[in-house]
């Protein structure tokens, strides 16, 4: 039913659309009066791909390391490095204690590769250097003994995030016990970084599988031993964490790109375009610009419209296996011609709000910045979309200024970008909103 304002307009509101090919729509709702039409439009939008400056993974909670390989990013390897904490509260073992077993966990949350028919491996090297007390960037790395000395392989075909457990028998965690009896190297945390820095966590590139692990308590060697005239096993923990604390840590990523879709994409801040497809990878700097210039072409030729509903989409996603799961959701931070992520004059960072969420600062006029809207991956349909009717229509009455976007992987409180190695890459031709507007006319 029409409502009539005090002005004398009559504004119609549209209930439902409905059509089983959306891109078919264009008709009046009621073409006897032709009062109001209701239209529908595809307008493509174009994409590059950005690299940021460098990103810090210092004490995200993860340790990211291992091999993928691709045509859109190279040969890609991450590296994971952590310091170990050992708990003074319990009592080291007796001088004559006997050593039973060692065993290494690992707390694992992802495990990325094409499949996981076969067992996968994970090796941890010594470090020949410590971890200092400064901020480390996905392409800051350390030094490590080349032969690794726990090396164990898992079965990952059933479950990807699990705990795994591997016993290990050799002169490192033999020795390492000794010192664990004496004591001379526990006196305090500075000797014992001295005495063992940490661990470099790798993978096996001929497997081609990324993990990210977990550091803590669950993430380390756990000695099991009997003091002389004990009945049962006793336990000694160095780990990477102790209960909530959490020893120091990040990961790295390097990568071989000749050949490579982004081979050429090098200087920050700068948006490239790389041919038919776009992407983004974690830990890699590289994330997708979203140009919104033919919506501003668009919009300059409506006049009393209001939009029923916007929806940004994109994909297919050239990975979306079980075992290779692209990123779930990505922010769409506002960026311009500078290509970095815009802020508001209190110094927020500017995204996308969602549809039920204001669009602008009533107080000062700025765009809000309260919580992102996120751009989701539909595992399904295997694209990623997101409502943008609130946003196109604070844009068409002057509310907003028109933005591109910056696509991030992760969601509010939440940086997925140093979390893993997990990858979006799609045809850049496939990314367009897709438009249901209607006319208002005075009558």
């Known amino acids: 039913m029409p409502t009539k304002l005090a002005s004398g307009i009559l504004l ?14 264009g008709l009046d709702l009621d073409p006897n009066n032709n009062q109001i039409g209701v239209s529908y439009i595809e307008i493509p939008l174009s994409a590059k791909v950005v690299r940021l400056d460098t990103v810090p993974s210092t004490n995200n909670g993860h340790l990211v390391f291992g091999h993928d390989s691709g045509d859109f990013f190279g040969e890609s390897e991450a590296i994971a490095y952590s310091r170990l904490i050992y708990n003074r509260d319990i009592n080291f073992p007796n001088a004559n204690a006997v050593l039973d077993s060692v065993r290494f966990n690992f707390n694992v949350r992802f495990v990325l590769a094409d499949n996981l028919s076969s067992p996968r491996t994970i090796r941890m090297h010594q470090l020949k250097e410590q971890i200092r007390d400064i901020t480390y960037y996905t392409n800051d790395g350390l030094k490590f003994e080349e032969e690794p000395v726990i090396t164990a392989s898992f079965n990952f075909q059933n479950r990807q995030d699990t705990l795994v457990s591997a016993k290990v028998d050799n002169e490192f965690v033999r020795n390492l016990f000794d010192e664990i009896k004496s004591g001379k190297n526990f006196t305090d945390i500075f000797t014992f970084r001295e005495f ?44 990477t964490g102790l209960n909530f604390n959490v020893a120091r840590h990040f990961s790295q990523y390097k990568a071989n790109t000749t050949g490579a879709a982004v081979e050429n994409v090098t200087q920050a801040h700068v948006a490239y375009d790389v041919g038919d497809k776009v992407g983004m990878k974690g830990l890699s700097n590289l994330v997708v610009k979203i140009e919104t210039e033919a919506l501003s072409r668009f919009l300059d030729t409506l006049q009393n419209v209001t939009f029923n509903r916007v929806i940004l989409e994109m994909g297919p996603l050239q990975k979306n296996r079980p075992t290779h799961r692209p990123f779930d959701t990505s922010i769409m931070y506002f960026t311009n011609e500078t290509n970095r992520i815009l802020r508001r004059s209190d110094g927020r960072q500017l995204f996308v709000q969602p549809d039920n969420r204001p669009q602008f600062d009533p107080e000062t006029g700025e765009p809000a910045s309260e919580t992102p809207s996120l751009l989701f991956h539909d595992r399904e349909e295997n694209i990623m979309l997101q409502s943008l009717t609130a946003h196109v229509n604070a844009i068409y009455r002057g509310r907003l200024q028109r933005r591109d976007f910056l696509l991030y992987p992760g969601q509010a409180g939440a940086d997925d970008f140093t979390f893993s190695m997990k990858e979006n890459v799609w045809d850049k031709n496939t990314i367009k909103l897709k438009i249901f507007y209607s006319r208002t006319r005075v009558l």
């Open 12 to 25: 119609f509101s549209i209930i439902a659309i409905s059509c089983s090919d959306p891109s078919s729509i």
């Open 196 to 239: 063992l820095p940490g661990f470099a966590f790798t993978g096996d590139k001929n497997e081609q599988t990324a993990f990210t692990v977990r550091p803590g308590s669950n993430t380390g060697m756990v000695f099991f031993y009997r003091n002389e005239g004990d009945t049962v096993s006793r336990t000694y923990p160095i780990a």
